[in-house]
Nanobody, 121 residues
Framework: QVQLVESGGGLVQAGGSLRLSCLAS????????VAWYRQAPGKQRELVAR???????NYADSVKGRFTISRDNAKNTVNLQMNSLKPEDTAVYYC???????????????WGQGTQVTVSS
């Protein structure tokens, strides 16, 4: 059984910062790509940032220069540092990861339960 648990969400004023964390636990052999998605009320879920197993990152245009994704493989953790937050960043943020539970690289897609980020104007 594999679990992804997000933390670090909350309420912040525009221009402020938050740091989200995603901790993977359970029968993990290896973790490939990990991504953060967000979903605002009435909108589709969208990709915010992604970090590949080799550390290569990519970002949505709307967050480039403000958000930074990083990973700590020893701790099975991926962080999302969010700076210069805007009201339009308000959403539920979800962690998504490709995780293998054996040496046979049987990767499956996992989601966390989400964490609310609210940015007030």
């Amino acid at each position: 059984q594999v679990q992804l648990v997000e933390s670090g969400g909350g309420l912040v004023q525009a221009g402020g910062s938050l740091r989200l964390s995603c901790l993977a636990s359970g029968s993990i052999f290896s973790i490939d790509a990990v991504a953060w998605y967000r979903q605002a009320p009435g909108k589709q879920r969208e990709l915010v940032a992604r970090i590949a197993g080799d550390g290569i990152t990519n970002y949505a245009d709307s967050v480039k220069g403000r958000f930074t994704i990083s990973r700590d493989n020893a701790k099975n953790t991926v962080n999302l540092q969010m700076n210069s937050l805007k009201p339009e960043d308000t959403a539920v943020y979800y962690c998504n990861a490709l995780i293998s539970t054996s040496r046979f690289r049987d990767f499956s897609n996992y989601w966390g339960q989400g964490t609310q980020v609210t940015v007030s104007s």
